[in-house]
């Protein structure tokens, strides 16, 4: 595996004007807002000449008359988060945090990124994609497992479009609103158990989080909005032979995937031990509620510090 380096020294970055690119046009705007106001209040008080750039149409022109020297990636879901940014920015020669457009495009497509688990022998839930809502609906009774099931949008983060379906009239109300997202449709098996996440930073698995979620499941909601009661505890309170096996498929689904800097990936830990990975987020959010910032503080490394760990990772990957 190759691992990719950055290509700046803390000196030589402290030179550059660094752009940090938050926004966009997804559904997850709202996130990547907060993300990109974090990240650009942390690298300032660091002393980092910062250029602010809510990511749109006319990004090229704005990097160019910013004079941007390295991008630092806050831009969640379409459009950002799918390999598209990653792109611009490499004909553009300007490096960047994060992984590049073959991970990026994989990690943001669930079913792509399904097939790359499986082939890895990452363990994963059982799934069917379905290329439109009229084939997931008549396919409905037929599933090869029973309910409850997920159904999700294959290229949608941050939960949106995700539905815990428990009856068939459920799941074709989930199917019709996921639909209305990009991609496919991902219809999975429903696995039952605690809600943790794993974090990677530049090919280490920094620990696992626990999520108790007050919600039936740790959506939008449970994620973004204060006082939702959701709990976070660190290090997770997993026997020792379970944390090790989240933090060996975390890793495993990063390395997979070919992810470089921080990834996030979310994980089932049955009743029974058994763990399945669900997804792993190529660009993690940077909020004050997001879990990446949490594992890495529980490892000691504050939010400015982890901030400027990614910017010196920035680099072409093409």
Known sequence: MTVIRGAFSKDELKHKRVGVLYGGLSAEREVSLRT??????????????????????????RLVAEKVDVAWLAVHGRYGEDGSLQGLLESMFIPYTGSGVLASA??????????????????????????????????????????PVVVKPSREGSSVGVHICKTRDAYDAAVRDAAKYAG???????????????????????????????????DYDAKYKAGTGTQYLFPAPLPPDQYARVNEVCLGAHRALGCAGGSRSDVIVTEGGAVFLLETNTLPGMTATSLLPKIAAGRGIDFPSLCERLLQGACLKA
Not at 106 to 132: C, E, N, S
């Open 36 to 61: 990109g106001a974090a990240v650009a209040e942390a690298l300032r008080s660091l002393g980092y000449t910062v250029v602010d750039i809510d990511v749109g149409k006319d990004l090229p022109a």
């Open 106 to 147: 994989l990690g943001m497509d669930k079913v792509y990124a399904k097939q790359v688990f499986v082939a890895h022998d990452i363990p994963t839930p059982a799934y069917r994609a379905f290329q439109d809502e009229a084939s997931a609906l008549a396919a409905g009774d037929s599933l090869p497992f029973p309910f």
């Open 184 to 218: 496919t449709l991902l219809v999975e098996q429903f696995v039952k158990g605690r809600e943790v996440q794993g974090g990677v930073l530049d090919d280490e698995a920094l620990g696992v989080i626990e999520v108790r979620a007050a919600r039936e499941f740790y």
